[in-house]
T-cell receptor, first 114, second 112 residues
Framework: KAGVTQTPRYLIKTRGQQVTLSCSPI?????VSWYQQTPGQGLQFLFE???????NKGNFPGRFSGRQFSNSRSEMNVSTLELGDSALYLC?????????????FGNGTRLTVT | QQQVKQSPQSLIVQKGGISIINCAYE??????FPWYQQFPGKGPALLIA?????SEKKEGRFTISFNKSAKQFSLHIMDSQPGDSATYFC???????????FGAGTRLFVKA
């Protein structure tokens, strides 16, 4: 079974630009979560989607948004990029049914904002 | 109340020794406590997990000890090996919460 795939692996953007990150979950997984990982803040929850509906959202500004498609693939968008948005963005999918099951992470997208 | 506090921040252990990482939580509604292992350039991967109805779970060299009354849980790595050198995250979640809260992480280095 293929794992969680995130594209692109690396991105360099300029302050003020916007960026879209993509995530393909494990086949059959309908829940997709996004996390921001930085050295200082660890893993911070961004949002979780299930069947195209956002079920939970973390404490991030409205510049951070996401969506999920009918095939469970997900995208997250960050508008008006700031230097502090530089981070590793991780996507994770989890198994069908339970809302309390292990997360399967992709290898992330490393975003650098200059 | 949503926090999971993890210690130590970093840990150096001799090969063959025991590595111990501790976590504490506040929200008694949490009912799933996984540990994740992350190598450089990779996403975190599930190592072992426990639910609060048991006090200990062992898988190979990895053991979770869980103290419900103290709201603490810990990861023990027996016979630590250089290949165990990684960052370890404890985490917690609750049914219907639709999110997992992570500890700050522990960087483990096992000296050969």
């Amino acid at each position: 079974k293929a794992g969680v795939t995130q594209t692109p692996r690396y991105l360099i953007k300029t302050r003020g630009q916007q960026v879209t990150l993509s995530c393909s979950p494990i086949s059959g997984h309908r829940s997709v979560s996004w996390y921001q990982q930085t050295p200082g803040q660890g893993l911070q929850f961004l949002f979780e989607y299930f069947s195209e509906t956002q079920r939970n959202k973390g404490n991030f500004p409205g510049r951070f948004s996401g969506r999920q498609f009918s095939n469970s693939r997900s995208e997250m968008n960050v508008s008006t990029l700031e230097l502090g948005d530089s981070a590793l963005y991780l996507c994770a999918s989890s198994g069908p049914g339970s809302s309390n099951s292990p997360l399967h992470f992709g290898n992330g997208t490393r975003l650098t904002v200059t | 109340q949503q926090q999971v506090k993890q210690s130590p921040q970093s840990l150096i252990v001799q090969k063959g020794g025991i590595s111990i990482i501790n976590c504490a939580y506040e929200n008694t509604a949490f009912d799933y406590f996984p540990w994740y292992q992350q190598f450089p350039g990779k996403g975190p991967a599930l190592l072992i997990a426990i639910r609060p109805d048991v006090s200990e779970k062992k898988e190979g060299r990895f053991t979770i000890s869980f103290n419900k009354s103290a709201k603490q849980f810990s990861l023990h790595i027996m016979d630590s090996q250089p290949g165990d050198s990684a960052t370890y995250f404890c985490a917690a979640s609750k049914a219907g919460g639709f999110k997992t809260i992570f500890g700050a992480g522990t960087r483990l280095f096992v000296k050969a």
